[in-house]
């Protein structure tokens, strides 16, 4: 079963456009993590978040924003007034702990696309 | 180095061959992780290592993959009789443990003919 899904596969923007990307997990733990890494062309990931569940409030980032929801399971990102180098593939991950370590699972990926 | 190094950064092989995929982690990160991400996909996990054993193999796909951190340091993913179906991005991960942020390399893309 997917533990984390990301319905949308590829968001197309026009430069200095919004774009929100929608992350909905799946878990039994009451203590987890949830993450947000970006995959530039390049290939490496580079982590953008990390939020316990237990600290539910929204966070600001520069123009990233983060809206966990556990009510329904979500955790949102979105971008503000997107830049062409924020063209990239967008990952949303959960760690639970009853692995009894920090392995990750991942959903399939936004592809953001930012127009110039 | 600071970051997470894999080596080599692509290998193409034959169907049925041995390769063997290094990953050098950040110096005195205790955790070391290996995720294999296919086309279109996310990673996936396939091992975890806290020092020199591996704690969680359980993403391993089957008895041809396998991998050792002799040291507690650099680690080495080893997959026997390459089949066309390992053909992905072989992704390797550090931390300092715990529910600490896991830093990635820049992945080995292997193909194999």
């Known amino acids: 079963a997917q533990k984390v899904t990301q319905a949308q596969t590829e968001i197309s923007v026009v430069e200095k456009e919004d774009v929100t990307l929608d992350c909905v997990y799946e878990?039994?733990?009451?203590?987890?993590?949830l993450f947000w890494y970006k995959q530039p062309p390049s290939g490496e990931l580079v982590f953008l978040i990390r939020?316990?569940?237990?600290?539910?409030q929204n966070e600001i980032s520069g123009r990233y924003s983060w809206n966990f929801q556990k009510s329904t399971s979500s955790f949102n990102f979105t971008i503000t007034a997107s830049q062409v180098v924020d063209s990239a593939v967008y990952f949303c991950?959960?760690?639970?702990?009853?692995?009894?370590?920090?392995?990750?699972?991942f959903g399939k990926g936004n592809q953001v696309v930012v127009i110039p | 180095g600071a970051g997470v190094s894999q080596t080599p950064s692509n290998k193409v092989t034959e169907k049925g061959k041995y390769v063997e995929l290094r990953c050098d982690p950040i110096?005195?990160?205790?955790?070391l992780y290996w995720y294999r991400q296919s086309l279109g996909q996310g990673p996936e996990f396939l091992i975890y290592?806290?020092?020199?054993?591996?704690?969680?193999d359980s993403g391993l796909p089957n008895d041809r993959f396998f991998a050792v951190r002799p040291e507690g340091s650099v680690s080495t993913l080893k997959i026997q009789r390459t089949e066309r179906g390992d053909s992905a991005v072989y992704l390797c991960?550090?931390?300092?443990?715990?529910?600490?942020?896991?830093?990635f390399g820049q992945g080995t893309r292997l193909t194999v003919v």
């Open positions: 110096s005195g990160h205790t955790a």
């Open positions: 991960a550090s931390s300092m443990g715990g529910n600490t942020e896991a830093f």
């Open positions: 878990t039994r733990d009451t203590t987890y993590y």
């Open positions: 290592f806290q020092g020199t054993g591996a704690a969680d």
């Open positions: 939020r316990n569940s237990f600290d539910e």
């Open positions: 991950a959960l760690s639970e702990p009853y692995y009894g370590n920090n392995r990750l699972a």
